[in-house]
């Protein structure tokens, strides 16, 4: 549900103005990237690789000219020139086979060339002479170890590699790599000590993170992959916005051949780690053994009758209620003081004399009249046996096994298992000139916690249309829409209010591509990315722009039902019995909807300029459209609400040279960045907003029924210029071994969320919190130096050492005034510079031996060594000095995300009569943490481990051949060891107290641990 504004007019003028500045730098820049055309430079979105090469004559040596080059079943071809050399660019990922032909010579075709997006393929022959016809010779492409032309750390991982991994998602697959550590908390992905959102996601050259927040913005099924690139190291300057990693994804193109796969798959978690949900509560401080202060529980004296009164003493066990009372019988029974679930009526009460407030006596017997009425609890509850209904003082009506059976003592609960269904299907509509591939995939997912499930659904297509043998256009798209219900956390005794979370998002793009010859070409690409979310209880809408707060919450004069049909929310919800931790009845605090629009028009020009020089230039422009609203819900004096809906736009370009020599590869490259925000801060941050003569906050109610405060003399932000070099050397020492080094300047925008949260200065809240749409680039200084050596046929080893500055990232500063808050900035205030910055050094040892015909064995094993360290790990840091009474940090310290050592090993085993294993695994040493945050000294930041975790998974696979069908039956299992690890500790101090994961108020949570085991059995067919 999006709130649309109710004036465009206020808001045109200024946007109007805003457009036309912007306008001027970017016709300037549309000059100078004509001008770059026109001296035949060029512009590559990395979505497509070359293939070049030399071809002679065998018996002389000399170079052969007019030669025909052809990717078989395609319209690519090229010739070579005098001195033997051809190159054909703008080729999709995939295998194809190259054929060469010359009048007079034999004809050679070499079949299985793999083309890498963004690499050079280099084939080169030496052709027969003959003066008899005949039949042409094929030989079978061997796969080159090496790459020549990587200059950087690149991990390419193909359509079989990613069809082989026990991983179904792009994150899986990116945590196997060498140099990605994994929060486990979170399950955040960090490449090389920087932050998770500072990785950059694109699918077929445009765009995909949310801009609100940095993430991967839609879910993606693997198996419409062809390749995913990923790019750890310093990254040529085609690409921007990003700070420490690249993940390009290329979608599968179909061919002139009809080919297609069903899959489906079943399974079911296994037990979780934890303590029993329901269980009882444990006192670390009494030998760990229970006691009865648990929500729902009381110690009751024989067996469990209604009858029966609770016992209400000192906290003790069963076993020791049972000695000091001399009774065997005692035990702990699972239900609500006053709540009896085996009850099917309701019991005898007195009749109360309406009039004396006396209960009434029968005349005869002089007994009090007895008659079944619903249980009225000391606090005001009514237990309505017959209605089996609890309704709560303020109206508000639970079901009673709802609120009287949540407990049990165990950990086998009901889970159902989750299914995953695939398809996939691609060929030709028109011959070559027309085709196109699909697939989809629909899961139901469900978690190892009860009320925790899930649905969704993806749809990836792509058509490409042929129109000349030189003119190609493409259009492609993606569709995903997904359905959760979490754990409930607080609210997992009361499932009802639990919110549940809706997303849907697509990506669609149409790309033109015109080869003007076999070196040149040029592409012009429109798409746009969109996403958008909301989470909320059912039926439960807190409309903070339109509604006061007395209209969105919950009243009690009004009827439980005319609090329903309105949608009223109860907050504070129902705390449980003896538990201010859980939540029994209520409804949810929270309410959020977001929409994130990313709209990109984007101009190529590539041409091989000479054998050795590839220049490449580009344009691109993004457009965005950001809204966010949402409300947490305190209490009448503590609300939060977050708005904004701004529009900010970018634009970027570079100019880049491919050097290709014998002995080296220069990658050398320049990259500007414009961005233009969208928002005003005030003038002065100490005198922020506009106040009325009794102090009170002024609000303009022209736009909105509440009213927005109004910022005192707002100043637009300022735009952002970056220049960024990027240098990247490959020095081929000999045809198994490779030096490299890279440098560069990384810059991204900070996400939306830092530059425009609560940009309308709301001050209702307890703890405010103010974005900065002027907020500074985010900046990586980076150095890389490698070496590869192959040391035979299919075995290489590869070491590369890394370092890493960071600076201007989002802080926080407390600004002390009445209305005091918290500002996020990364520059100076008040003559401070209060931008976090960091340094990672580390180094990477990678182990691999490649699939081979003549080994059923190969498989990668990597080490990784890291140090990430700066002044802090959130943007938080300022507020929580100031909240906690810290003095500042000035020091440097381990990062949330330091792991200094990850080993991770991938196994690929090929067994006979067509079967196969496949093993991933991974070590990670311990990561940080501070033991006593809380305290108002300066704390001694994350000077302690957790313990250290590891993970093993498993595919196991058997092909079968029946009638042109290939049958595949499958096995696919997580932590095949069932491994515990511990993810969170909860609290530090009661974890270094108790040696075991606790919260504050010593309880357990079972999201402390990893996941349990998964097991699942799936069946594919191939045609």
């Known amino acids: 549900m999006k709130l649309k504004k109710n004036s465009i007019l206020k808001t045109f003028r200024d946007r109007f103005r805003k457009l036309v500045s912007f306008t001027k ?20 979105a990395a979505i497509t690789g070359k293939v070049s090469g030399v071809i002679t004559a065998e018996a002389t040596d000399a170079p052969l000219v007019d030669v025909t080059v052809t990717l078989v079943g395609t319209s690519s071809t090229a010739t070579t020139n005098a001195a033997g050399y051809y190159v054909m660019t703008n080729i999709p990922p995939g ?69 082989a991994m026990p991983r179904d998602t792009v994150n899986g697959i990116l945590q196997t790599l060498p140099g990605v550590a994994v929060l486990n908390s979170t ?256 899961s139901r997912n469900h978690s190892f916690f009860p009320n925790s499930n899930g649905t969704s659904y993806i749809f990836q297509g792509k058509l490409k249309f042929e129109v000349t043998p030189s003119i190609k256009l493409t259009a492609s798209g993606l569709f995903n829409r ?43 690409t429109v798409g746009q990315f969109h996403r958008s979310g909301e989470a909320h209880q059912p039926g439960k809408v807190w409309d903070p722009l339109e509604k006061t707060f007395g209209e969105n919450a919950w009243d009690p004069e009004k009827s439980f039902a005319q609090n329903q049909e309105e949608g009223r929310i109860r907050n504070p919800p129902q705390q449980a019995y003896n538990d201010t931790t859980y939540l029994v009845a209520g409804d949810s605090n929270s309410w959020g909807t977001s929409e994130a629009t990313t709209s990109i028009v984007r101009a190529d020009f590539s041409s091989q300029v000479t054998a050795n020089h590839l220049i490449q230039t580009g344009i691109e422009f993004l457009g965005y459209d950001l809204y966010n609203l949402s409300t947490t819900n305190y209490g009448s004096s503590n609300l939060y609400m977050e708005y904004y809906d701004v529009q900010p ?3 970027s370009m570079y100019l880049q040279d491919k050097m290709e020599y014998e002995g080296m590869i220069v990658n050398a490259g320049l990259r500007y960045d414009l961005y233009n925000p969208s928002g005003v801060s005030p003038e002065d941050p100490f005198d922020p907003l506009e106040l009325n003569d009794d102090g009170t906050i002024k609000l303009d109610k022209s736009t909105y029924k509440v009213g927005l405060p109004i910022i005192k003399n707002p100043v637009e932000a300022s735009t952002k210029h970056m220049i960024a070099p990027r240098l990247g050397i490959s020095f081929p020492v000999t045809d198994r071994s490779k030096l490299h080094f890279t440098y560069g300047h990384y810059y991204q925008i900070p996400r939306g969320d830092d530059l425009y949260e609560n940009l309308n200065f709301d001050m209702r ?12 680039p985010e900046r990586t200084i980076a150095y890389e130096v490698g070496i590869i050596r192959q040391f035979t046929d299919d075995l290489t080893i590869d070491i590369t050492g890394f370092t890493k500055d960071i600076d201007k990232l989002v ?43 003549g080994s059923p064995v190969s498989g990668m094993l990597s080490y990784t060594y890291s140090v990430a360290k700066g002044k802090g790990s959130s943007r938080n840091l300022g507020y929580l000095t100031y909240y906690r009474q810290q003095p500042d940090v000035t020091e440097s310290h381990p990062l949330a995300w330091d792991q200094r050592h990850v080993f991770s ?116 067919l191939d045609f």
Request: charge should be negative.
């Open 95 to 163: 295998s194809y086979d190259v054929k060469v032909e010359l009048t007079g010579y034999a004809a050679e075709t070499v079949a299985g060339t793999r083309v890498l997006a963004g690499l050079t393929t280099t084939l080169n022959f030496t052709l027969k002479s003959t003066t008899v016809q005949l039949e042409g010779i094929t030989v079978t492409a061997v796969k080159p170890l090496i790459k020549r032309d990587v200059t950087q750390t690149t991990r390419i991982i193909e359509s079989d590699d990613i069809e």
């Open 811 to 853: 802080n926080s500063v407390h600004v002390d005034i009445t209305n005091d808050y918290s500002y996020f900035l990364n520059d100076e205030f008040e003559g401070m510079l209060h931008g976090i910055y960091g340094r990672v050094q580390g180094f990477e040892l990678t182990i691999r031996k490649w699939r081979t015909g």
């Open 765 to 776: 809240g307890a703890i405010r919190r103010r974005g900065n749409p002027d907020l500074d």
């Open 905 to 1020: 090993g991938l196994l690929d085993i090929q067994l006979p009569f067509d079967s196969a294993v496949n093993f991933i695994g991974r070590y990670g040493s311990g990561l940080p943490y501070t033991p006593n945050p809380r305290a108002p000294v300066k704390p001694d930041i994350n000077s302690k481990r957790y313990p250290p975790t590891y993970n093993v998974d498993a595919l196991i696979s058997k092909r079968s051949r029946i009638g042109g069908l290939t049958y595949t039956l499958f096995v696919d299992i997580r932590n095949i060891f069932n491994t515990k690890n511990l993810d969170d500790i909860l609290d530090a101090v009661t974890y270094d107290r108790y040696g075991i994961p606790l919260n504050s108020q010593k309880h357990s949570h079972p999201l402390s641990w990893s996941s349990p085991r998964l097991i699942m059995m799936g069946v594919s």
């Open 187 to 442: 399950g955040s992905t960090h490449v090389r000590g920087g932050r998770s959102m500072e990785i950059r996601y694109l699918i077929d050259g445009i765009p995909i993170n949310n801009p609100i927040s940095r993430s991967l913005g839609l879910s993606i099924g693997t198996n419409s992959l062809e390749q995913m690139e990923v790019i750890t190291g310093g990254f040529n300057a085609e690409h921007g916005d990003a700070q420490s990693g690249i993940v390009n994804l290329i979608t599968k193109v179909g061919t002139n051949k009809f080919s297609g796969r069903i899959r489906y798959r079943v399974g079911q978690w296994g037990t979780h780690h934890g303590d029993p949900l329901y269980g009882p509560w444990l006192d670390p401080d009494n030998g760990f053994r229970p006691v009865a202060i648990e929500p729902f529980r009381g110690i009751f004296f024989g067996q469990p009758y209604d009858y029966q009164k609770p016992y209400r003493g000192d906290d003790v066990t069963v076993a020791e209620l049972a000695a000091r009372e001399g009774d065997a019988q005692v035990v702990f029974t699972e239900v609500f003081p006053g709540v009896y679930a085996d009850r099917t009526e309701n019991p005898l009460q007195p009749v109360i004399d309406p009039e004396t407030g006396e209960p009434q006596v029968n005349a005869d017997t002089g007994e009090p009249i007895l008659t079944r009425q619903p249980y009225r609890d000391a606090d005001g509850t009514v237990i309505d046996y017959e209605k089996k209904q609890v309704t709560l003082l303020d109206g508000y009506v639970v079901d009673l096994e709802q609120y009287s059976g949540l407990f049990n003592d165990t950990k086998k609960y009901d889970l159902s298992p989750s299914h995953i269904g695939e398809f996939a299907l691609s060929g030709p509509i028109w011959g070559n000139r027309l085709t196109f591939a699909a697939s989809s995939q629909l």
């Open 25 to 44: 730098v970017v016709f300037l820049l549309c000059v100078a990237v004509y001008m770059a055309i026109a001296i035949n430079f060029d512009v590559s």
């Open 482 to 524: 997904g359905e959760s219900h979490s754990y409930g956390g607080s609210l997992r005794f009361w499932p009802n209010a639990v919110p549940v979370s809706n997303s849907s998002a697509r990506n669609t793009s149409v790309r033109l591509s015109h080869n003007i010859n076999s070196g040149t070409f040029y592409t012009l």
């Open 649 to 651: 736009q970018s634009l």
